[in-house]
C-alpha cells in the first residue's frame, strides 16, 4: 500500500479509533453478560477475546471509512495505544494483582489484528473496492 507512511498517520483518529474500539468492546462484553453467555464463576476468556475483536474491528473500521491512508499504520497506533493506556494504569494504580504478561500480549495481538482488518476494510468500502464485481 503506498499510504502506509508516517506523515499519513493522525494521532486524532488514533485517539478517537480508540476510544470507539473500548467503547464497543464494553458495549459487546456487557451485552454477553446480559444475554447469559458470560456465567459467574467461571473464566471468560473467550468472551473476552470476542469482544475485544469485534470492539477493535469496529473501532478499525471507523478510522478506515474516516481516514482512509495507513490504514494499517492506524490500527498498529490503535494497539500500541492500548500499550500505553495499560502502562500507565498498572503504573499509577494501586491494584497488587496483575493478568500474567503473555495473557496481555495475547489481547493485544487480537486487537492488531482486528484493528487492521476493519482498517482495511473500511478504506476498501470508502475507495469503492468492496465489491469483486
Do not use: C, K
Request: proline share 3%; charged share 10%.
Amino acid at each position: 500500500m503506498q499510504s502506509e507512511h508516517l506523515t499519513n498517520l493522525h494521532p486524532g483518529w488514533v485517539v478517537g479509533g480508540w476510544l470507539i474500539a473500548v467503547s464497543v468492546t464494553a458495549a459487546l462484553y456487557l451485552g454477553g453478560v446480559g444475554l447469559g453467555l458470560v456465567v459467574p464463576g467461571s473464566d471468560p476468556v473467550l468472551w473476552v477475546i470476542v469482544s475485544i475483536g469485534g470492539g477493535f474491528y469496529v473501532g478499525g473500521l471507523f478510522v478506515g471509512l474516516r481516514w482512509t491512508d495507513a490504514p494499517i499504520l492506524h490500527a498498529a497506533a490503535i494497539s500500541f495505544f492500548s500499550v500505553l493506556v495499560w502502562f500507565f494504569v498498572t503504573l499509577f494504580s494501586e491494584v497488587e494483582t496483575f493478568d500474567a504478561a503473555d495473557i496481555v500480549l495475547g489481547l493485544v495481538l487480537v486487537q492488531l489484528v482486528a484493528a487492521t482488518l476493519g482498517g482495511w476494510m473500511g478504506r476498501r468500502v470508502s475507495l469503492g473496492q468492496a465489491s469483486d464485481d
